[in-house]
């Protein structure tokens, strides 16, 4: 059978992989080729491993192996190239989707057209606690505002803030090639390929007002995520000549200032900051989230996921 969609799920076999890829066999009314692609050496105990960490869904997914150590913006690509489908999307293995979330964004597309990026909202679940917040972002994007400006002005600490989150992207498979994954970015991986969405004009994005999919926080093991504060403001330095002053400014405080903060590094301190405050000073709330970085962040996590635990019926449960 001709899939519909192929998902690109990046991994290094942690048990939350099954989950995702159920999720992705079990869309209403779309066939959705899975792609895993495990960031790991083509050995048997790594097969092993991938094998109980896709439990029963093994037989349902085509493998490919990065070799190991090659991050999740290479493991993407490869996916992508890999992929058959028309259409491709993005799931990290501690995500999942809602059943409705293919087919809602197809049939969005089709009045939309082929070279769009197609988004929705979310809800986020604390993995320590499995407490969920409300739909993510409060303010949908549109194609019309500037991407930056969206994502980084005036950021603050907020479990609705501004976002778009890699794993309700949708998009034709050739405007994922024409954009392309940097292969062996470690840090802004999907703000990255975003970013460069709109640079090249590979296509527009839309984010769809729909909360069809649900994003784990707090799930050690990921391939994405890092507190590297010298990627994260080599990244911002690389982007500057597109963004505003202040965009760049509040993207700074906001990020690297704020790992460099967790990582009790001085030397990080005081490079992000002398950036930060470059011709001008960073919004209050970009400071404010800098500051962030002295907490742990179990307890970041439990302050902004305060809403109540989902129920067996709802529509948040892990399946």
């Known amino acids: 059978m001709t899939s519909d969609v192929t998902a690109v799920i990046p991994t290094v076999g942690r048990r939350t992989l099954e989950r ?25 105990h ?16 085509r493998v490919i192996f990065t070799g190991g150590g090659a991050g999740a913006a290479t493991a993407r690509q490869l996916g992508t190239v890999a992929s058959s489908a028309e259409w491709v999307a993005y799931l990290d293995d501690d995500d999942w989707w809602l059943p409705e979330k293919t087919m809602t964004q197809l049939k969005a597309a089709q009045s939309l057209g082929d070279d769009v990026v197609l988004s929705c ?18 303010a949908i994007y549109r194609s019309d505002q500037d991407l930056a400006e969206y994502l980084f002005l005036r950021r603050r600490l907020s479990a609705d803030r501004n976002a778009i989150f890699l794993p309700t992207l949708l998009m034709k498979r050739d405007v994922a090639l024409r954009t392309g994954w940097e292969k062996g970015l470690r840090r802004h991986q999907d703000w990255d390929f975003l970013m460069r969405v709109i640079e090249i004009g590979s296509a527009t994005i839309h984010q769809l007002d729909e909360v069809l999919a649900v994003i784990s926080v707090g799930s050690p093991g990921s391939l994405s995520a890092s507190s590297d504060w010298r990627t994260s403001l080599e990244w911002a330095q690389r982007h500057k000549s597109t ?27 005081m490079s992000c900051l002398g950036a930060s405050f470059d011709g001008g000073r960073p919004s209050g709330s970009a400071l404010a989230l800098a500051l962030v970085g002295l907490i742990p962040r179990g307890t970041v996590n439990r302050f902004l996921h305060r809403s109540k635990k989902p129920s067996t019926t709802d529509a948040l449960s892990e399946r």
């Open 46 to 61: 790594s097969r092993r491993l991938l094998e109980e960490a896709l439990g029963g869904a093994a037989h349902d997914v």
């Open 243 to 269: 963004w505003s002053p202040q965009v760049y400014r509040d993207f700074v405080a906001g990020q690297p200032l704020r790992y460099a903060f967790g990582d009790r590094s001085m030397n990080g301190v």
């Open 121 to 138: 909202r979310v809800m986020s679940v604390d993995q320590a606690t499995g407490v969920r917040t409300g739909p993510i972002p409060r």
């Open 20 to 44: 995702a890829v159920s999720s992705c066999l079990s869309q209403d009314r779309a066939a959705v080729e899975v792609m895993v692609v495990a960031d790991l050496p083509d050995v048997r």
